[in-house]
Each structure stands twice: as structure tokens, then as C-alpha cells.
């Protein structure tokens, strides 16, 4: 491999690699706004700017390939001062809100800052402010904190592949913006705020929950579909605040879809039944002991013919222990996955867009397939009753002549109202597991918080139920 | 929807495409063509261009915000835009602004209410030889002095 | 009064409203003789005849022409193009309207043999905006081309064609920057990009590009005529040749064009000799040689030879030749206030220094100018000029930092006034 020389020590490169990344693999850092690894370069922000031998100006390093035998420094005088100079452009006319903004803690503009700007500030002028349209749902904007480093643009352009996100005006007074308030179209409008550089663009989601040095962080793949984006679960105190993407060059790269990066909400759903409960007829479902609750779940299916229903949001172990659980205990009952109208097969999942989505909106498909599990077409004959398993995603299909039905996992209670008894279980959040992408990748993820409410894990209930045999059913 | 642009906007669109290896570049004369036709773009035709270009309509937007020429606002059916870059300044092309703004009772960016003076300050025409210079709609007149600019607005309908 | 009696190329047919016409261009200038010419000669032979000739582009920057020509691959996939920068604004130049205005053709000569020399068939003149006028008449000179078949398709017969249209910019001075001038030509905001790649590899449309000037391709048709070397020793003056335009502008008694041969005159030549000195015989003040971004000269250091070197070696530049002079009694904090409040309205935006000083600098110097000056502002300006200059994506930077740091440095004492005094000694 070709080598060149930073800061005095020799370090090989990939020809074509840039000088930031060459740097940042032996762990020198080039501190950069405007340069994402998976945007294309503009040079615009000019925090980049080093030196570089026999080039009397300096150079940016992230529009600068790597060369043989090139001599870099990243930490000299007037880097330095070029830094320092960038830090001072960039802050005259940002109102410094760090105290109520949701970027601080993980703001390039605040880190940057503090590592390289001046402790002081020379500007008296009056500071440039922008009055904010809407954006839609998903972003609120803060134009006066922007540093215009058009990130978002270029998202935007060349990854959710919308011109939507645009500079109007120019020179001092370029605005980035949709145009008339217009919401923003893309289906990955998250991304918009993870890769701003400063508190220009945040989650309305996440607005002002919580300071995200008090986050935990926990690595996790997104359950959405069938691709399995890497992301991060971030929570304080059991209780989820946002997803963000890991990157995953191979499967999402940097980016999440707004689907997969909201689901997390359903976890805190007020609507999720988070104890057990059998029905009361016409008064609806009602908590019960989780005692209680599994024998009404067995009694119900008493001189029924059931089937289960497994949800292909589930994971590997989950369906690995309910398969052992049915042969012994419910042998013969007849099994099927379901998870997306429509789509009961990995024959039938496909791209959904050119970006991430699948149409599968379930995780798993490729690991119950795996098991030998076939999809739910219809209601087999005789059948009267069914035991659903299911995450927080699959989509429970119509159940035509089942009149008991009895639900294991995580559900919300309209949906549940006609159920006779709900076992409440845990969402991809709350356990570990393991699952299969569209391309058979296996990957795990590791709980993030503990159950909540009175939901357990699938093998603690079906242990439960196991173990119940002595207090009635047929098991 | 109801095209607002002319039968003559998409014939000389139509002439000019072949020249451009891509139908992007169509952006400016198309705003230049528009602007002839309405005065000004209001959102609606932008939108219309940008469905006739096939790019999102804020990449529209974008682009004409980015040069002063297009107007986003509307104005006067007389827009003077008075330079006031070095060479005009140096000729006296301030007293200019003054008289106008005094004649017309409106700030610079100001159009008078009866929608007949747009007043604008300009960045340096290239008519340097020749300064003070202004623009009036399309035209240049060049050499001005506050008695020759009278005569010329006076002649105005 | 001097007037210049050697030979000119193109100011003898200014202000001739008959000159414009294809037919005068036949009868009285070269009426396309050099395409005809140079559609014989082998590509090389035509770009060697421009190096021997010594032209430099005359848009501001002074590179080699030919050279520059040089660049452009011989093989591309993509298809090449040949562009003219007629987009003129640099504050104080007003030379290549008068080119487009009355003498036409040479520039659509001087693209036809442009594009012959670099394997292009497709041109594009990008025009100022505002040049409504020199649009409509370019407009009807290249119809004239076209219906002569110097324009289109098999030139004079020969297999080689050229298309060639003329784009309006809109009002946005950064468009004259080449790589700016290109995303504007393709219609997007006119913002410079990074470099490399240049655009001989990749310009318009990512194929390999050249952009010239519309003087320096209307002075091809005459080096392709008379030689290269004949252009060359028109000049007085080494490395560069031919005549050039020159436009001054400003306090003097007869501003406008002088066409004389590189190097032939002093500053103070050309103020006091051609242009009969100072507007109501005052005294000059400051002289800013080369469009508003070239650093200002004093009185005293107007006694260099008006070239591209010479004025290098002062500091300063010749840029598009435009003089601006400025008589003893107006305000020089005024003047650069004017100047950066340009650079600031016409910063695309797109890097941070240029973004934010240049606003930076004009907000201080509208303070000082009005009497809210402080002690510390030189300092913070010529500090602020410093972070610029040099370190932004294109050279908007160092045109608004340079004239900032020379006119603070070299009329310290009347910003020192204005502080002090707490507001303009002129007004």
C-alpha cells in the first residue's frame, strides 16, 4: 500500500482515500462540518484546511486524496490558526443557545469548539437571525443555529433522493430550508437531523425530552423490516427516547428511514397492554395476575380446535422455544407465520424503495422461513381457535370463523378488545435475540431496558403455561 | 392544473432544448422567458417550470433566489435599478438614489403605491466609462446626472 | 493629450453602429479569412500559434491562453466545450460589451477556431444578465454565422461543425468565476465548485472544458490572420502580448476604453497622458488598478508599468484592466466600505470565511464610516482580511480581503480620523 507522512509518522492509504479518513485510521483527527463520509465533498466549511508540503496554501483535507510520499501536518501553526479563524466565522453569528438546544452534548460545533476555536470573541455586531417556516412533522428547524454546511442538502439530493432541502437567498443571507413551509417529503427525514452538525435541524420527537449526556446507549437492529438497519437504542431510566443509525456499511450504511427510527414509540404506547389480562366479557379486557391470566388463556382453548399464529417479528430464540414448547405440550397444533398483509413469503418481500425499506415489515421473515415455518394464507378447516405470538410489529390477519383467540407478546388494547386472554410480552427493546435480514445476515441485539410493566420474556411465559398444567387445561 | 405560461414560453423552450445536453439548463432562460411574460414569478409559475423542467419546485426556487435579476416580489411597471458600485459612486451616483427616493416618497427595494416605481440599488452594470449608470426595465442609460434622469422619468407614462 | 497612433485591434470600430454587421466585418476586419485559415491547420499547430503569441486571458487571472488550450484532452467520451465568459463583472470593466456590441463576429470567429483547436462542437457564450442589449445583438450576429455557414453544421465545407449559443446570466457576480459561471450554466446556483477537478477534465456537463474571456477569444481570429508572433511584438512588454483594452473609470477628465499594447504605458501615463488627468484638476488620491478586488495604489506608486508583472510586484493586479481613480476629496473609508458591501452581497455563501467575513468586515467598516468606530477595528480588519485571504473555496475571498488590508494599511490615517473623530471628516 501506498504511504504518506502525517504529522511525522508514516501511515498507508487506499489510493483515492481522502485525507480525513486517511488521518482518522491511525487515529488523528481533522475536524471537519461540512464533510460526511457518505455525502459527496464540497470543501465549503474549511475546518479541514492542513498543510501540506510544497503547496504554499493550505489545502482541505477532505477534498484531498491521499498521495505517495506526501508530507501532511495537521497541527500546525497555521492550521491552527485556521481553526481557530473557522471556530470565530462560524460562532459570530450563531446565538450560542447551547443551554436550551437538544444538539448540546453531541454538537460538532460545540466539540469543535472546545478543541480548537479561541476561548474568546471579537465580534460586536448585531447577530443574523431567520425567521422559521414549518417543516413538517418530523424536523424542527433552527435556522439561526445553522452553519450552512449543507449536509442536509446533499442528503437530501443524493440519498433520499429529493431535491427538497434547499439553500435559497445567498452569501451572508443563503437559507436552508423547504420552500413555503412545505413539509418534508422523504420517508428519511430523521437523517436530516442526525448528520446537522450543529442544533439547526432536531428531532420533534425527541424535543426538549431529555440532555443526551443522560442517555445510555445500547447497539440494536431496527426491527421495521426486512433489511435490519443497524441502530442505536438510546434510553434513561427504562424508558426509550430515540433510535438512532449505527453504521453498517454493508446493510444501511449511515441511515435509518423514519418508519424504522420511530417504531420504538409503540414500547411507551399508553395503549399497550402491559399486564395480563383475560376478557370480561362486555365490560372488555381486565388486568388479572399473570396466575390467572395463563390458566383463562388455556381454559379458553378447552374442546377448541387452535392453531398459533407466530409472529415474524419475533426472533430466533423466541420461535426456536415455542417450536420446542409446542412438541411437547400442544403437538399436532397446526403453525404459521404472519407479519405483513401480503407478504407470507421471502419470495413475495422485496424492495420496497431504492433506498432501505423492504416490504416485509417485519424483521425476521428469513429466520421463520429458516425454522420451517410457512406464512398464513387462510383459516385451515376445523380450526376455531388461535394462540398469536407476536412483537410489536407483525399485523395480526383477519381470522374468519376463529372465535377464541388468545394472544401471547405485545399488543394494544383496541386491537386486542375481542381477545379472551393476553399473555403481554416484550418488545425487541426489552430482549435479546437474534435474527435473519432479507439476505439471510444474522444479527443480534442486546436488550436495552427491562420489561415494562409486568410483560416478561416468551420463555418465562411459556414456562408459566408449562407449568400451570397442574392447575387445569389439557396440557 | 391550468398552464399560466404562454403557448410562445413552451415554443421558445422548445428551441432552445436541443442546444442544452441536459434540460436543466433550461432553468435560467426559462425564468428569464417567465419573467418577460409576468413581470415576476410568483410560486405558481416556478412551479409550473419546475414541472416542465422535471425537477422538484424548490430547486426552482433555489436557483432564482440565488440571482438578483429574477424578481420574487413583484414590481413596479418602471423598475430603476441605480448602480451604486465604485465607478457610479464615484460619479455621483448616490445624489441619484437621494432624488429618487425623494421624487418617489419610497425606500430602495420599494415599490410606490401606485405600482408604477420599483427603486433599486444596483451592483456595478459594466458601464463604467460611462457612469453614473442605471437600468430601466431592460434598458441602460448611462451618463446620468439628476437633471437628465428627471427628463427620462418625466417622459415616463 | 496622448491618443495612441500604432495598431489596434478592435477600438478603432467602436462606436460604429455599422460595425456590428457581417457584412462590415468582410469588407473592413477579418469576415471569417482565420476560421477558413485555421480549419486547414492541424489542432496543434493552431493552439502553438496561440502560445507564440503570448495572449493571457484578459478575464483577470493573465493565464497563457494557449497553454491553457494545451490542457484539454485529445480523446474525451464525453463531449468538450468551449465557453466564453462574457460575463463582465468585475466592478470598473466594461471592455468585452463594447467587443460584443460592435465588433461581434471576432468573438464568434474567435470560437470557431477556439473550438476547431480543442476538438469541441458546441460553445456557449455566458452573458451578464443585465446586457439585454448585447444579448439581442450577439443573438443576431450568430444568425448571420449560421446563415453564411460559418455556424452549424461541415464549416466551409470542412467536417467540422459548431454550434454555438449564447446563455444569460442573471445578476450574480460570481458567475463570472469559471467553475461558478459552469453550475450556472448548467442551471443550478451559480456556486463555484472545489477544484480539482479542473474544468479541462471535467467543466460543463462534466466534459472537458475551457473557459476564455470574450477578449481574449475575439483577439484569436487576428493571431490566427497576422501570426503569433506579429501579436506577440505588438506588446511592449515580455510574457504578454498583443494590445490590451484598458478601462478607466472614476475621477478622471475622459474615463473610458484605451486599447494600447501590454506594457506600453505607466499608470500615470494612462491618468494624466490619455485620460487628461484628475476631474476638476485635483489631486489624486488612490488608484485601484485592476477591478475593485485589485489592491489600491497610493498617488505616489502610480509610476509602474501597467502589466500583469510589474503590478505584481507591488502587491496589486492588473486583473480585467479596469482603472478606478479617485480624487484627494472622497472618503477612502466610504470608498471600501462600498467595495466590501459588494463582495459581501455577492458572496455565493457556499465557505465560511467568505460567508461570514466578508459581512463582517462591511458591518465594521459601515461603523467606522458613521462614527462608531473603535481603536481595535484596524486590527480586527486586518486580522478578519488575513482569515480570508487564501484560505476560501474560490478567489471571492481574496478579492474582498485584499483591498480591505491595503486600504487600511495604506490610508491608516484616514480611518484613524473617522474613529477619532467620531464620525466622516468628508461629510
Known amino acids: 500500500m501506498p504511504k504518506c507522512i502525517i504529522d511525522g509518522r508514516e501511515v498507508e492509504f487506499k489510493p483515492g482515500q481522502n485525507l480525513v479518513e486517511v488521518a482518522a485510521s491511525v487515529g488523528i483527527e481533522i475536524p471537519v462540518f461540512c464533510y460526511h463520509p457518505g455525502l459527496t465533498v464540497v470543501a465549503q466549511c474549511r475546518m479541514c484546511a492542513i498543510e501540506i508540503e510544497k503547496m504554499p496554501k493550505l489545502q482541505t483535507a477532505c477534498s484531498t486524496p491521499a498521495a505517495e510520499g506526501m508530507v501532511v501536518k495537521t497541527k500546525s501553526d497555521r492550521v491552527k490558526q485556521n481553526q481557530k479563524s473557522v471556530m470565530e466565522f462560524l460562532l459570530i453569528n450563531h446565538p450560542l443557545d447551547c443551554p436550551i438546544c437538544d444538539k448540546s452534548g453531541e454538537c460538532d460545533l460545540q466539540d469543535n469548539s472546545y478543541k480548537y476555536g479561541d476561548s474568546y470573541m471579537r465580534t460586536t455586531e448585531e447577530r443574523r437571525t431567520y425567521m422559521d417556516l414549518d417543516m413538517g412533522p418530523v424536523i424542527q428547524k433552527s435556522m439561526n443555529r445553522c452553519i450552512h454546511c449543507t449536509r442536509c442538502i446533499r442528503f437530501g439530493q443524493e440519498i433520499a433522493g429529493i431535491h427538497e ?39 420533534k420527537d425527541f424535543r426538549f425530552k431529555k440532555r443526551v449526556w443522560y442517555l445510555k446507549k445500547t447497539p440494536t437492529v431496527c426491527e421495521g423490516c426486512s433489511r435490519g438497519c443497524n441502530m442505536e437504542i438510546q434510553q434513561d431510566a427504562n424508558t426509550v427516547y430515540r433510535c438512532v443509525p449505527r453504521t453498517n456499511m454493508e446493510i444501511n450504511k449511515y441511515w435509518l428511514c423514519d418508519e424504522g427510527r420511530f417504531n420504538y414509540q409503540y414500547i411507551h404506547d399508553a395503549a399497550r397492554v402491559l399486564n395480563p389480562a383475560v376478557s370480561g366479557g362486555t365490560a372488555g379486557l381486565q388486568m388479572t395476575e399473570w396466575s390467572q391470566a395463563v390458566v383463562a388463556a388455556r381454559s379458553s382453548l378447552d374442546g377448541k380446535k387452535p392453531m398459533v399464529l407466530v409472529g415474524s417479528d419475533l426472533t430466533q430464540e423466541e420461535v426456536q422455544a415455542l417450536q420446542q414448547f409446542l412438541n411437547k405440550h400442544l403437538s399436532g397444533t397446526p403453525i404459521f407465520h404472519f407479519g405483513t398483509p401480503g407478504v407470507t413469503s421471502t419470495q413475495k418481500d422485496g424492495a420496497a424503495d431504492p433506498i432501505l425499506k423492504r416490504k416485509s415489515k417485519t424483521a425476521n421473515l428469513n429466520g421463520l422461513e429458516k425454522l420451517g415455518i410457512k406464512g398464513f394464507e387462510s383459516v385451515p378447516s376445523g380450526v376455531n381457535a388461535a394462540i398469536i405470538f407476536r412483537g410489536g410489529r407483525a399485523v395480526v390477519p383477519e381470522l374468519k370463523g376463529v372465535g377464541t383467540k388468545v394472544g401471547v407478546g405485545v399488543f394494544n388494547k383496541p386491537d386486542a378488545e375481542d381477545f379472551h386472554a393476553i399473555l403481554p410480552g416484550t418488545s425487541f427493546a426489552e430482549k435479546d435475540g437474534t435474527i435473519f435480514n432479507f439476505e439471510g445476515r444474522e444479527q443480534k441485539f442486546k436488550r436495552a431496558i427491562l420489561p415494562q410493566g409486568q410483560s416478561k420474556n416468551l420463555p418465562e411465559i411459556l414456562m408459566l403455561w408449562a407449568n400451570s398444567g397442574a392447575v387445569g387445561g389439557a396440557a | 392544473m391550468a398552464k399560466l405560461l404562454s403557448e410562445n414560453f413552451y415554443k421558445e423552450m422548445g428551441k432552445l432544448e436541443p442546444r442544452y445536453p441536459s434540460k436543466v439548463a433550461l432553468l435560467l432562460p426559462a425564468l428569464h422567458e417567465a419573467q418577460k411574460e409576468t413581470g415576476w414569478l410568483p410560486p405558481e409559475i416556478m412551479e409550473e417550470i419546475g414541472t416542465y423542467i422535471g425537477i422538484h419546485p424548490a430547486q426552482v426556487r433555489e436557483v432564482a433566489s440565488f440571482y438578483t435579476m429574477y424578481n420574487l416580489k413583484p414590481v413596479g411597471k418602471y423598475h430603476l435599478k441605480i448602480c451604486t458600485n465604485v465607478a457610479c459612486c464615484l460619479r455621483g451616483s448616490e445624489e441619484l438614489v437621494d432624488h429618487c427616493k425623494k421624487k418617489f416618497g419610497i425606500e430602495l427595494g420599494e415599490t410606490t403605491p401606485d405600482k408604477k416605481f420599483t427603486l433599486m440599488e444596483e451592483e456595478c452594470l459594466g458601464a463604467c466609462g460611462t457612469a453614473p449608470a442605471m437600468m430601466l426595465n431592460d434598458d441602460y442609460h448611462e451618463n446620468l446626472t439628476v437633471q437628465g434622469l428627471d427628463k427620462i422619468l418625466d417622459g415616463l407614462k | 493629450m496622448e491618443t495612441y497612433k500604432g495598431e489596434t485591434l478592435f477600438i478603432q470600430h467602436f462606436k460604429n453602429e455599422e460595425a456590428r454587421s457581417l457584412d462590415y466585418y468582410k469588407k473592413k476586419m477579418i469576415g471569417y479569412e482565420s476560421a477558413k485559415k485555421a480549419l486547414a491547420m492541424s489542432q496543434d499547430d493552431i493552439i502553438n500559434e496561440v502560445k507564440k503569441s503570448n495572449l493571457r486571458g484578459r478575464g483577470g487571472a493573465g493565464f497563457p491562453t494557449g497553454t ?70 450577439l443573438n443576431e450576429a450568430i444568425d448571420e454565422a449560421y446563415k453564411a455557414g460559418y455556424l452549424g453544421k461541415n464549416i466551409l465545407g470542412t467536417q467540422f461543425s459548431f454550434d454555438l449559443t449564447v446563455h444569460r446570466g442573471a445578476g450574480a457576480y460570481i458567475c463570472g468565476e469559471e467553475t461558478g459561471l459552469l453550475n450556472s450554466l448548467e442551471g443550478k446556483r451559480g456556486e463555484p465548485r472545489v477544484k480539482p477537478p479542473f474544468p479541462a477534465q471535467s467543466g460543463a456537463f462534466a466534459g472537458p472544458t475551457i473557459v476564455n474571456n470574450v477578449e481574449t477569444l475575439a483577439s484569436i481570429p487576428f493571431i490566427i490572420q497576422k501570426g503569433g508572433e506579429w501579436f506577440s511584438k505588438l506588446s511592449k512588454i515580455e510574457k504578454s502580448g498583443g494590445t490590451r483594452l484598458l478601462g478607466v473609470s472614476g475621477h478622471v477628465k475622459k474615463p473610458g476604453l484605451y486599447e494600447l499594447p501590454a506594457g506600453g504605458v505607466t499608470l500615470r501615463q494612462l491618468i494624466y497622458d490619455y485620460c487628461g488627468g484628475i476631474l476638476n484638476d485635483r489631486k489624486l488620491k ?41 480624487s484627494e476629496d472622497y472618503c477612502m473609508v466610504k470608498l471600501i466600505q462600498r467595495i466590501t458591501k459588494f463582495y459581501a452581497h455577492e458572496s455565493c455563501g457556499q465557505c465560511t470565511p467568505c460567508r ?6 462591511e458591518d465594521i467598516l459601515h461603523r467606522i464610516e458613521h462614527g462608531h468606530g473603535r481603536e481595535q477595528d484596524l486590527a480586527l480588519l486586518l ?9 476560501t473555496l474560490c478567489a471571492l475571498g481574496d478579492a474582498a480581503a485584499g483591498p480591505v488590508s491595503s486600504f487600511v494599511k495604506k490610508f491608516r490615517g484616514d480611518f484613524e480620523a473617522h474613529i477619532r473623530g467620531k464620525k466622516c471628516p468628508n461629510a
Open chain 1, 165 to 203: 432541502m434547499v439553500a435559497v437567498q445567498r452569501g451572508n443571507n443563503t437559507e436552508i430550508t423547504t420552500i413555503d413551509g412545505r413539509p418534508l417529503e422523504t420517508d428519511y427525514a430523521g437523517n436530516y437531523s442526525d448528520i446537522c452538525p450543529t442544533g439547526s435541524l432536531t428531532l
Open chain 3, 286 to 326: 488612490a488608484v485601484i488598478p485592476g477591478g475593485s478586488s485589485a489592491p489600491v495604489l497610493t498617488a505616489d506608486e502610480i509610476d509602474v508599468i501597467y502589466d500583469i508583472e510589474p503590478l505584481q510586484k507591488i502587491g496589486t493586479m492588473m486583473g480585467s484592466a479596469a482603472v478606478m481613480v479617485v
Open chain 3, 383 to 391: 486580522s478578519i482580511a488575513d482569515n480570508i485571504n487564501g484560505k
Open chain 3, 68 to 137: 491553457k488550450w494545451g490542457f484539454i484532452p485529445k480523446q474525451s467520451a464525453k463531449p468538450k466545450y468551449l465557453v466564453c465568459n462574457a460575463d463582465e463583472s468585475e466592478p470598473g470593466t466594461f471592455k468585452d460589451r463594447d467587443i460584443m456590441r460592435y465588433t461581434p463576429h471576432t468573438l464568434i470567429e474567435g470560437m470557431i477556431i477556439g473550438g476547431f483547436a480543442i476538438g469541441s462542437n458546441v460553445g456557449y457564450i455566458y452573458i451578464r444578465g443585465e446586457y439585454t442589449r448585447e444579448f439581442t445583438l
Open chain 3, 356 to 361: 461570514e467575513g466578508c459581512k463582517w468586515m
